[in-house]
């Protein structure tokens, strides 16, 4: 056994024992597929760096393999362009733009897509190629297709592919179109967020069929959604358990940032703690009721910049030990905000997992609890 069998029989093992891997079937595919094949170098963040550092790793390193075979997301690529195996100086910045997912949460996610034999399987985000790969292994390469974005990281991805024996079908383009050619698809999985369901992949995923994907936006929020494609065009589904994120599909991603200056506006105290938003449903409320913004700061001190108006919201500790709200332009969004957490607040600020989203021909929503209860729309 080489010292990457050895790893890998041991990062199985931790999945398993950790309650991720439960399926035999996906056992085996990560017991087979080389995730060392599809990291020949990756960047390390410099601990204490800020803003984050990034240095190369390549595999005549030391501790190189190791860190293949530990659960984590390595980052392959900045700002999509910068390669840990370009010459040049050591630690970069950037922000990453493609990366191989901890296995954790690509093993989680292949068996939460409750994918069967012969099923046909649109995956959205190649990447390095290592989930397609497990993907293949699993269902065989005919019935994995898979696109990914950026023609450099998508080179790469077959490469390595190539090298472990799978052929699924390797798409270079923009996976918000899905892929028509090979429709219908059973299953949709991303590997890359998005702010609303892209509406060629509720045509292309059949009746019945399922897609698993992350909704996200520009502040931080994100909640892995398992949706039904009830007729075309139209899904229903809920939220997950856990915490799942990922990065934003790039035709997704929010237009580039002016310079911030904060303007002066309308002052009331706040009815609520602005930190409700800095937890991990409550940042997601938030932007599901300020969809354009970008959410800036933390604690008590928030800042929203909405990207389509100009408008502004910011938050800061009063004398009296309450909150201030400033918010100036044509959008209230910290009114908008504050009523949607309330409601959150009301229902006993559950969890994601108590959201659900249908899609049908009056939009996109989001609701919480029942399709009754308060809701939010998609900014399709
Ligand atoms: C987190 S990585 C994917 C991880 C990958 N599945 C793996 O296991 O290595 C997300 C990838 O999605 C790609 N991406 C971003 N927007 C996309 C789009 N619109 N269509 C297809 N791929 C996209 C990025 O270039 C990046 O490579």
């Known amino acids: 056994m080489t010292t990457a069998d050895a790893l890998r029989a041991a990062m199985?093992?931790?999945?398993?024992?950790?309650?991720?891997?439960?399926?035999?079937?996906?056992?085996?595919?990560?017991?087979?597929?080389?995730?060392?094949?599809?990291?020949?170098?990756?960047?390390?963040?410099?601990?204490?760096?800020?803003?984050?550092?990034?240095?190369?790793?390549?595999?005549q390193d030391p501790g190189w393999?190791?860190?293949?075979?530990?659960?984590?997301?390595?980052?392959?690529?900045l700002d999509g362009r910068t390669r840990p195996d370009a010459d040049g100086p050591g630690a970069v910045t950037?922000?990453?733009?493609?990366?191989?997912?901890?296995?954790?949460?690509?093993?989680?996610?292949w068996q939460q897509l409750?994918?069967?034999?012969?099923?046909?399987?649109?995956?959205?985000g190649t990447g390095t190629g290592y989930s397609t790969a497990l993907g293949a292994h699993r269902l065989g390469s005919r019935s994995v297709?898979?696109?990914?974005?950026?023609?450099?990281?998508?080179?790469?991805?077959?490469?390595?592919?190539?090298?472990?024996?799978y052929s699924p079908t390797l798409v270079v383009g923009d996976g918000l179109a899905g892929h028509a050619a090979g429709e219908p698809y059973d299953r949709l999985i991303a590997t890359c967020s998005v702010r609303y369901v892209p509406q060629p992949w509720l045509f292309q995923v059949r009746p019945g069929g399922k897609i698993l994907?992350?909704?996200?936006?520009?502040?931080?929020?994100?909640g892995l959604a398992l949706l039904t494609v009830t007729e075309p065009g139209c899904a229903t589904g809920r939220f997950l358990p856990g915490y799942t994120s990922f990065m934003i599909a790039r035709p997704h991603d929010r237009p580039p940032r002016q310079s911030i200056t904060l303007m002066p506006g309308d002052e009331r105290p706040t009815r609520i703690d602005p930190a409700a938003i800095s937890d991990w449903t409550g940042g997601w409320v938030a932007q599901l009721a300020a969809p354009s913004a970008e959410r800036l700061g933390a604690g008590g001190q928030q800042i929203l910049i909405d990207f389509a108006t100009g408008s502004q919201a910011r938050t800061m500790?009063?004398?009296?030990?309450?909150?201030?709200?400033?918010?100036?332009?044509?959008?209230?969004?910290?009114?908008?905000?504050?009523?949607?957490?309330?409601?959150?607040?009301?229902e006993g600020s559950p969890h994601q997992e108590h959201f659900g989203i249908t899609i049908d021909g009056d939009g996109q929503r989001v609701w919480l609890g029942s399709k009754d209860g308060p809701t939010w729309r998609l900014p399709v």
């Open 12 to 59: 199985v093992e931790q999945l398993t024992a950790d309650g991720v891997l439960t399926d035999p079937a996906w056992r085996a595919a990560a017991s087979a597929v080389p995730r060392e094949t599809f990291l020949p170098s990756f960047f390390r963040e410099v601990p204490g760096s800020n803003p984050t550092g990034y240095e190369p790793v390549h595999e």
């Open 65 to 77: 393999l190791e860190a293949v075979y530990t659960n984590q997301t390595l980052v392959t690529q």
């Open 94 to 109: 950037g922000s990453p733009s493609s990366s191989s997912t901890l296995p954790s949460l690509v093993l989680r996610m």
């Open 114 to 124: 409750e994918v069967d034999d012969g099923q046909r399987v649109l995956e959205i």
């Open 145 to 165: 297709t898979s696109i990914e974005y950026d023609p450099d990281v998508a080179t790469r991805a077959a490469a390595a592919i190539g090298k472990t024996g």
């Open 213 to 222: 994907a992350t909704l996200s936006g520009w502040s931080f929020g994100f």
């Open 317 to 346: 500790p009063s004398p009296d030990g309450g909150w201030t709200v400033i918010q100036r332009g044509p959008l209230r969004l910290w009114d908008q905000v504050e009523s949607s957490i309330e409601a959150w607040q009301r």
